[in-house]
């Protein structure tokens, strides 16, 4: 194997891991991000927990970021929950790089 082809395999590696570490952490700050808006529309428990997994699910059935923000913004609506578009993807922000922190460490196990 020659020098170039072993530095191909490595960066596909890499991106092959990044990508997975990417994922990982979508996942997980979507869980974060159900539990949070939960909290605002007033669900605790296994009620916080379902409202999260339907979060998590929409990523995972390969719908986009904004499915998320889509979803909780009709909920706060309907709920009369006030928060700002720009609140909610603060904290879609914040808590995507907590969830990139906490997978990086290795803390990143959906439980």
């Known amino acids: 194997m020659t020098t170039f082809d072993e530095r191909e395999k490595a960066y596909e590696a890499k991106l092959a891991h990044d990508e997975e570490l990417k994922f990982k952490a979508n996942v997980r700050r979507n869980k974060l991000l159900g539990l949070w808006a939960a909290e605002k529309l007033g669900k605790a428990g296994k009620?916080?927990?379902?409202?999260?997994?339907?979060?998590?699910?929409?990523?995972?059935?390969?719908?986009?970021?904004?499915?998320?923000?889509?979803?909780?913004?009709?909920?706060?609506?309907?709920?009369?929950?006030?928060?700002?578009?720009?609140?909610?993807?603060?904290?879609?922000?914040?808590?995507?790089?907590?969830?990139?922190?906490d997978v990086i460490a290795g803390m990143g196990k959906i439980s």
Do not use: P
């Not at 699910?57 to 578009?85: T, Y």
């Open 47 to 101: 009620a916080a927990e379902a409202y999260a997994g339907t979060l998590v699910a929409a990523q995972l059935e390969g719908d986009d970021e904004e499915a998320a923000f889509r979803k909780i913004r009709a909920d706060f609506d309907a709920a009369g929950v006030a928060q700002s578009d720009h609140q909610i993807r603060r904290e879609m922000q914040d808590l995507l790089a907590a969830a990139m922190n």
